[in-house]
């Protein structure tokens, strides 16, 4: 039962925890946009912009929501783009990998912040990986992911990668 004392948990969280898990699964999708000679802009949160560096913009409502948006990729075709679409994953799923090998080193001790960051990090790979349309301008990475394999379909400069 939620009780008045689970509610700093909560907010620990979901204000901290949570866009956390988000800024490691946007970095990915960023990092391998970048890699394969793309430009990315990249938003943490919505709202009214409160800091912004070059291209890394973060919104006042931090921790709902947040994307990568990506332009022509130097290397492109549907592999290097499949790629960027799984970068998010596979970015959460190394972190995950990283803190139960930091934990298993004692480097890291178990509590309650690694514990919901692997819980939310797990969270996110299932979601984003489920291949569904959101609207018909936006899909989910898997469902970006499957378009792009099968058909060769890839985002148009607009298109946003987000959970």
Known sequence: MFGMNDLPKFLWSFLLVLPLVT?????????????????????????KTIFALGKL?????????????????????????ALVYAGGSIFNLLSIFAINGLIMMNVLHTNIFWYQFVYFSVYYIVFSLLPIKYTEDSSSDGRAIYDVLR?????????????
């Open 151 to 163: 058909y060769g379909k890839t985002c148009d400069p607009d298109c946003q990668l987000n959970i």
């Open 57 to 81: 913009k973060i919104k006042s409502i931090y921790f709902l929501d947040s994307f990568c948006k990506y332009e022509k990729l130097r290397w492109d075709n549907r592999f290097t783009h």
């Open 23 to 47: 800024l490691v699964h946007q970095l990915g999708h960023s990092v391998f946009a970048l890699l394969f000679g793309g430009k990315v802009d990249f938003t943490i949160g919505r709202g």
